[in-house]
């Protein structure tokens, strides 16, 4: 039996003039055959399958308008199939012009326009929308719970949206052009789907827009021109991004923040009015993604952000080329060229920068000083800045090994109190490779300053200076130039071919110089202690350092507010170490002292400042032959496909070779969740065995909540063999992180007033009661919050007085739901 074919005309005897009475008349399965001509009035499908398609495709049109507040066509536990019509709504109020309710809807080669809320509407359906032109519209295609396809169709001019993907919706849009719409593809509420070979231009707030806990997947789409962004990622959104090109646009290539974690890789970002790519109090992955020309930063990551990237290239930002400004995050292999002014600016936070390629620019890496920063440089090259290759300032860290500065006027400038700690660098070229100024303290070692015009080091003001075993070669002015009366020590270092004096200034009451040393005899090992012989090492033992510095670092742990017992474990722990270097040097057996640690304990509670602390005493005693510490996560070490998880943790652990691997949140590799559950396990087997392999190379430190710890160390019988010390890092207590927040008004130049130091201990009181507060974070993020309602208090004030400018009040304090 063939198909029923009903024929609707304005024109033609036996036939219907309305489409709405063919469709009601006809049976399941039948055709609707509609001549040119215009059609008023509503077609309703309810519970059968209907085909509406033009009498001639391509043809004189066939329009159907209705100025109902209801649907054009609405079908309802039907299938409907829309061919080469032109469809249009007039009233404002109508829900969509096609509106489908548990429905299989396929719209092809048709024109929906009009006034409704959206051109379609999918509600627990399935929507297929083919060769369509869709505009003049508040919205596009609105799925919700719904599901289809949307391809080679032109949604634009329109006020809010081109396709909306909302609950658990899974669209694929692909091969459309959209154009002159707020949002392009907007997914919220936990919608997903897959947009794919679309090309977005003229969007007003985002090409693509996630929020909620919406996962929408992005491939080889085109943004162009536009007052809006191309990414947008907000709430707890998230999602896959690969091969995407965003250019021309007024706002930002690719825009995170709150919590979401977008997984972006390989995407090209050129010409955009603001960053590249901005991640604001979020996470997520960015892989290969190069940003050129960018008005502002190429990459910005604020208020306490913590993204990890990976390679690409950072091409001519008008600004900066990475801004970090109070926030975190690992940035691994990123190269940039030519920046307008600085390659890497930290305005506080404490990021972990790795494999950093800086060609270019005014200065390669600042630490702009205004806010306190914490920042780790684990191979870094500098090449040609007009001003410095690295200058930190204010009173916070810089800490590297492998560091490259080549033919800046100066390699390195430290001013304002910051602490410099650098291992294996060289500064070649430029007028003078290191200075330091103010109270800054630096530490250099097993360096080498080579080329300049002037003295290698210059030290001025009250700086301070530690140089062991480090190389002075080919300087055209001092070797150290002393200006300081501050402590300076220059141990064991080579100065060749300088044509000033090694150490001018090496009469000064508080400087101090000692000879390179010489080989030392071989050591000899008594029978049984294989704990110092080269077989077990793998290499001759290590002399170890002068007891001078140990005590120094010893004493700057001291120097840290509240940890009592912390420090009591680890000066213990330091003692056993450096006396069994003492009894091997003796010829004596050294009994077995195992340095790998568990750290237990909530965030914030100083965990990776005593880490760094305890790689940098390691390595004074001659235990370690860097001391440097490589901060990993879960995403450092576990892959996304099978096989992977082993080379990342490998990597990781390589780059942590004479020194200390920190694995912070331990207890995630033996979480069981999402489809990669076994590949953490995989790093933990991973890591024991490289434990084995290197055991007199590296320390291992693995942190975390407590309780979680002590299942982290069931997972693997290896683990809790070779973790045997576990030191306890306790919360801190009110007057403790009173303490911290006076420190850190002192070093700002601020004063705390005693109501005002009285009002924030009782804040403190109830803010520890706050299971989310953070600690010492928390305390740093307090006094934040205090200097910026000061700041609001005095900007009605036409000219305060320097008093009022240092002293903070009770009114600076935020309240506990601020």
Partial sequence: MGVRTLLVSLSRANAYRDIGAAVAAAPHGAVVVVEPGRYDGQIVVRSKAVTIRAAVAGGPPVLVESGAAAPVVYGEDAQVVLQGLTLRTWSADAPATVSALRAALTVESCVVTGQAFNAVLCERSTAHVRMCDVSGMRRGVAFVDGSGVVENCRLWDLDEYAVLSKRDSRPTVRHCHVRDTDR?????EGGGGTVEDCHFTGVRVGAVTAGGRSRPTVRRCRVSGGRGSGLVFSGSAGGLVEECE??????????????????????????????GIYVSGARGTFTDCDVTASRLPAIAVVDGA???????????????????RAAAGRYTGVRIEAPGRYGVIVQGGDPTLTDLTVDGGEAGVVLDGTVEADVRLDGATVRGATSS?????????L??????VENAPVGLVGTDAIAVTLTDAVFSGGAVGVTGAGEAALHLTGSTVTGTTGPGLLLREQSRLTLRASTLRACGGDGVQVETDAPVLVDRCEFVDVAGEPVRGADRPRVSVTAPEQPAAPVVPAPGDRAGSADEA????????????????????????????????????????????????ANLPVPPVSRHLVFAGSPGTGKTTVARIYGRLLAQLGVLAKGQVVEVARVDLVGEYLGSTSLKTAAAFERALGG????????????????????GLEAIDT???????????????????????????????????????TIEFVDYAPDELLAIISALAGQHGYDLTAPAADALLDRLVEAVRDPVFGNGRGARKLFNAMIERQAGRLADVAAPTAEQLRTLLPQDIPAADD
């Fill in 184 to 188: 392009g593809f907007d997914a919220f």
């Fill in 306 to 324: 913590a993204p990890l990237v990976r390679g690409g290239v950072l091409l001519r930002s008008r600004e900066d080329a990475l801004l970090v």
């Fill in 389 to 397: 290759g690295i200058a930190a300032g204010g009173a916070g860290r």
């Fill in 538 to 585: 793998g290499m001759p033992a290590r002399p170890a350092s002068g007891g001078v510095d140990v005590d120094a670092v010893l004493a700057e742990l001291d120097g840290m507010i509240g940890l009592a017992a912390v420090k009591r474990d680890v000066r213990t722990l330091i003692q056993l170490i450096r006396v069994g270097e003492q009894r091997r040097r």
């Fill in 687 to 725: 890591l024991v065995k490289l434990m084995e392999d290197h055991r007199d190379e590296t320390v291992v430190i693995v942190a975390g909540y407590s309780e979680e710890m002590v299942q982290f160390l069931a997972t693997n019988p290896g683990l809790a063999s070779r973790f045997t010390r």
């Fill in 246 to 275: 965003l250019t021309d646009l007024e706002g930002c290539g690719v825009e995170v923040s709150g919590g979401a974690e977008p997984d972006v890789r390989r995407c090209r970002i050129e010409g955009v009015g603001r960053n």
């Fill in 399 to 404: 800490t590297g090994t492998n560091v490259r």
């Fill in 660 to 679: 200390v691997l920190f694995v912070d949140e331990a207890y995630a590799l033996a979480r069981t969740f999402g489809t990669n559950s076994d590949f």
